[in-house]
């Protein structure tokens, strides 16, 4: 796959139990080393092209999560990453879970796993880049604008998910 | 002129911290005089799924209260309900046990150099650590199947032996891990760039550790000899080892001995694979815990308190588990009072903060 | 089945505390259970190797004096109690007022009545 940019990664906790957290961090370390891709680990919103949200979203962190997606600039891409990104996992039946990262804001790519894999986390950000390039294009022809995550909030409180809610969802079957 | 007073918010989402807290750092011109935290980003209200998950099935959920100290989590958790219940597990049980938490012990002391090593900025030495903890990781997965969640415990025992051919090969890896951690340590006790970030840096005295309560390497680089290992619970009784203590009190010396507890794990697990007894993993158990009980263990970032109360049916009344960072928060802030602005991270990042374990 | 427990009334919790503060005992944790009707507090205390309880039991709505004057850095725990069982604890050091952890629920653990 041809890589047309070095994206940059942005990582935040959500609720999670840090088990995807430092498989996030272990990912960037040597073994596994997804800097080979010119990725870099980033601490600024504003930089960041492509957002791995581990752990569910709850009440307290829920305005964080949007602020950091509505900081990123366009176009971005947003990871889920283990099985409490995607929908909550063991902690879902806990009252003060909201659910997944898509609750708040849209998700591209959902990466499975307790705690996810740094293997599946690569295969996830590989296709969080093609994603990422498919964005780009369209931005450049005017045809896209990412959501804001107010928008979004309307468009899942208005009607419950249609299909292609998020542009190219893909999951990774890890 | 008097200094001009201002709240610099520190958190939730900053570049050294891989979870989220939030301080309030009260400042006058580069000095903090008052840091007030707060809470609760990952706050997930687990002690309430008692009500929806069995005795049995909380194991998994006490596991997840934090993925760097998950081992340590289930078998606190285990072993409040194995004393309430009466079950005494089997020496290969509680030999293989003391043996994995020793290993995560050192999964999280390499993690937390490597954190650290982030925080003064010294990002190939991050790497570096964490090459060496992929060697941890990848004895962890050999033995459970698991890189981080295990779910090897269980109560009465383990789920799965692990055999004896694997434990062996641990030796030659240990080797290499300690050998590993010994050239990065001359970078972290004796590199005059490290030190002048490290040495006499939030100091704490050892009174200030005691009443504020303090736990695990934090309370003993204030050169207070306490470690919960010394209760006599798993196979600590019958291996041979010291108390880790530094008399300095500031970053260097936690610094220190949590690079001493990595070497004293490893002679922790060596003597664990020499003495392993044979036969026997898993003790059959009957009926439902009715009681209470409060175990307190060592984890890698202190002493952790676990609270079962049961009432003889399937689902336990009450689970609490009170975590080493929670401990240590009022210790930190104290820390933080006096402080340069520029040396807020390194002092956060010096308890080991554990924040998922904090908030549960 | 816990050792070294004692349980005593909510009027003798202060004094108690402060005897076991003069004998050099620390704050370890303080945990709440929802019993029936009534709150159950459990106040651990340690000294090296030694571990101390304190249980009391108090009705719905009932305040708890606080101990963060004898142990400052009780007050977490305080808060903590506070924000999840929504027992009322008074004069806590740092009264964080509810904002430690924001839930989605209104204390959580709370029996019906509170």
Not at chain 3, 69 to 98: R, T, V
Request: negative net charge.
């Amino acid at each position: 796959m041809r890589i047309s940019k070095s994206p940059w990664l942005l990582h935040y906790d959500g609720s999670s139990c840090n088990g995807c957290d430092i498989e996030v961090l272990a990912t960037t370390a040597p073994r596994f080393d997804i800097e080979r891709f010119g990725i870099i680990n980033t601490g600024n919103p504003r930089h960041a092209d492509i957002f791995l949200c581990t752990g569910g979203v709850n009440s307290q962190n829920q305005d964080v999560v949007r602020q950091i997606y509505d900081q990123m600039p366009d176009p971005k891409v947003v990871l889920a990453c283990g099985i409490c990104a995607c929908d909550g996992g063991i902690f879902k039946d806990c009252y003060n879970i909201l659910g997944g990262t898509d609750t708040v804001i849209p998700v591209d790519v959902y990466v499975p796993g307790c705690a996810v894999r740094p293997e599946a986390l690569i295969d996830g950000v590989v296709k969080a880049l093609k994603i990422l390039d498919e964005k780009n294009e369209k931005m450049k022809r005017g045809e896209y604008r990412s959501l804001t995550s107010s928008e979004y909030a309307a468009k899942i409180n208005g009607d419950v998910k249609e299909a292609g809610d998020s542009e190219g969802e893909e999951k990774t079957d890890a | 002129m008097a200094a001009k007073r201002s709240v610099i918010p520190f958190g939730p989402q900053h570049p050294v911290l891989p979870e989220p807290i939030h301080i309030d750092l009260i400042t006058e011109d580069e000095k903090v005089v008052e840091a007030v935290p707060s809470i609760g980003f990952v706050h997930r209200g687990l002690e309430q799924l008692v009500t929806k998950k069995d005795f049995g099935e909380m194991v998994y959920v006490a596991e997840r209260i934090c993925g760097i100290c998950s081992f340590g989590h289930g078998y606190g958790y285990v072993k409040t309900i194995e004393h309430i219940m009466g079950i005494e597990p089997t020496d290969r049980a509680r030999y293989i046990r003391t043996l994995l938490f020793e290993l995560s012990r050192m999964h999280s002391h390499i993690l937390w150099l490597g954190l650290m090593a982030d925080a003064f900025g010294f990002e190939s030495l991050f790497m570096e650590t964490w090459r060496l903890r992929e060697k941890i990781l990848d004895m962890l997965e050999s033995a459970t199947g698991g890189r981080v969640i295990f779910s090897i415990i269980r109560i009465g025992g383990l789920r799965k032996d692990v055999p004896d051919d694997i434990l062996k090969g641990f030796i030659p890896e240990l080797e290499k891990v300690v050998e590993g951690i010994k050239s990065c340590e001359k970078v972290f006790l004796s590199d005059p760039a490290v030190l002048s970030r490290l040495k006499g840096v939030g100091y704490l005295s050892k009174e200030d550790a005691i009443n504020l309560g303090c736990e695990g390497p934090f309370l003993r680089a204030s050169g207070v000899d306490w470690d919960n290992r010394m209760r006599g619970y798993a196979a600590y009784p019958s291996v041979d080892f010291d108390i880790i203590t530094s008399n300095d009190g500031d970053s260097y010396a936690r610094c220190y001995v949590r690079i001493q507890e990595i070497y004293q794990s490893a002679a922790i697990i060596r003597q664990c694979i020499e003495k392993m007894p044979q036969e026997g993993i898993y003790v059959p158990i009957k009926g439902f815990p009715n009681g209470e009980h409060m175990t307190v263990i060592e984890q890698p970032r202190g002493g952790a308190c676990y609270y079962v109360q049961a009432s003889g049916k399937k689902f336990i009344e009450r689970m609490r588990v009170r975590t080493p960072t929670f401990a240590n928060i009022p210790a930190l802030v104290k820390t933080l009072q006096g402080c340069d602005v520029s040396d807020v991270p390194i002092l956060v990042v010096t308890i080991d903060p554990c924040i998922s374990c904090t908030e549960r | 089945m816990l050792e070294n427990l004692e349980v005593i009334g909510l009027i003798g919790l202060l004094n108690k505390v402060k005897e076991i503060k003069n004998e050099d005992y620390r704050i370890m944790q303080i945990c709440s259970t929802k019993i029936d009707e009534e709150y159950e507090l459990l106040y651990t205390f340690g000294r090296e190797y030694e571990i101390k309880h304190l249980k009391t039991t108090i009705r719905y709505g009932e305040h708890v004096p606080s101990i963060s004057d004898i142990f400052p850095s009780a007050f977490l725990y305080e808060n903590e109690m506070h924000d999840l069982f929504g027992i009322a604890i008074d004069g806590i050091n740092h009264d964080y007022k509810g904002n430690l952890y924001r839930t989605a629920v209104e204390a959580p653990f709370a029996g019906s009545e509170a």
